[in-house]
Structures are given as C-alpha cells and as structure tokens.
C-alpha cells in the first residue's frame, strides 16, 4: 500500500506535544483560505512512497516515540494512513492527527469507510476543523484558530461524547474539569 506526501520532517515541536516526526499527507479537499500548507491541497502534488517504506524511515529514530499526520488532509487516504498508524501503534508511539473534518464529521464517515474508523480510533489526539482565517489566534496551543478542537480520542470513545484534552485550555485560564 502508497501512501500520497508532501513531506516527512523529523523533530517537530509544534505538531503536538513532544518531539515528533509529521508526516504531511498530499491532497486536501478543504482549501481552507489562510492555509499554512496550501502546497499540500493539489492531489497530483507530492510524491508515492509506500507505508512500510514511510514506517521504517519513522521507526529508525529511536529517540522519536510521538509523530503527527498533517497535511493536506489525512483522512482522504484514511486505508494507507490506517495502515501506517497500525504498524506505529504495535510500538506504542503517541499518533496526533490533524484534520479539516470535525470529530462528528468523521464518526458519520466512519459508518461507511471502516478505514475512517480504524485510523480515528489509532489517535490519541485528533485536532479538527477547518482552519479559519477570520477566528485565527496566535495563542493558541498546537492549532490555528479558535474553532479548532484537541480532542482525546481515546476518552471521547469510551465515554461516547467528545472530550477535550487538557492541551486543548492551556494557556486559556481554562481547566478540564
């Protein structure tokens, strides 16, 4: 299975917590206006790799045990990226996924394309929505505008309701009680 990039960059820290690897999907249908990567949208752009190529390239930095898919938009190759966050789940790295669809967007989805849903359920934490230009803060932690959510995957499941991550108030006066 290929998978469809833009790029890989190794020792992010404003991806997601920790020092992380992104990988940054190639094609998205949202275009959001004020993109910080519009060079991802075109779905002709980037380049073919395959998953286990993608994989073992993450995999070989031992120091990395945290890495974010970005984009573009990563749940329109939600089988390849499914199988990539497979094989990085089996050893036990922290996957953030970016996405221009809400979280209630891709529960809909997930009725339909069982990849949807095996790739939500692989995040721990997923920041969604579109980005937008006009509710854009520079404060915030690990998004771009205030609409945008970090979501704890893993705790929305099981309790059957969306629940924010801590990240998601910090820096807001907020807290997650």
């Known amino acids: 299975m290929q998978l469809k990039l833009a ?6 820290v404003v991806d997601g917590p920790g020092v992380r690897t992104v990988v940054f999907a190639q094609g998205c249908p949202h275009h959001c206006p004020g993109c910080h990567n519009p060079q991802t949208h075109n779905p002709n752009g980037g380049k073919l790799v395959g998953v286990s ?3 073992a390239e993450i995999l070989q930095d031992t120091f990395i045990k945290n890495v974010t898919f970005s984009g573009g938009e990563p749940f329109a190759q939600a089988q390849s990226f499914a199988e990539l966050a497979a ?6 790295i922290h996957l953030v996924i970016y996405s221009g669809y809400t979280y209630e967007q891709l529960l809909e989805k997930s ?3 069982s990849a949807v849903e095996k790739l939500l359920a692989a995040a721990d934490l997923l920041v969604d929505g579109p980005y937008r230009e006009e509710q854009k803060d520079l404060a915030l ?4 505008s205030a609409n945008q959510r970090i979501i704890d995957v893993p705790s929305s499941q099981q309790c059957n309701k969306i629940v924010l991550s801590e990240l998601h108030f910090r820096g807001r006066g907020k807290n997650c009680a």
Do not use: C, F, M, W
């Open 7 to 12: 790029a890989v960059h190794k020792q992010s």
């Open 53 to 55: 190529e993608v994989a």
């Open 87 to 92: 094989i990085l789940k089996n050893q036990n």
């Open 111 to 113: 009725k339909t394309d």
């Open 141 to 144: 932690l690990y998004r771009g």
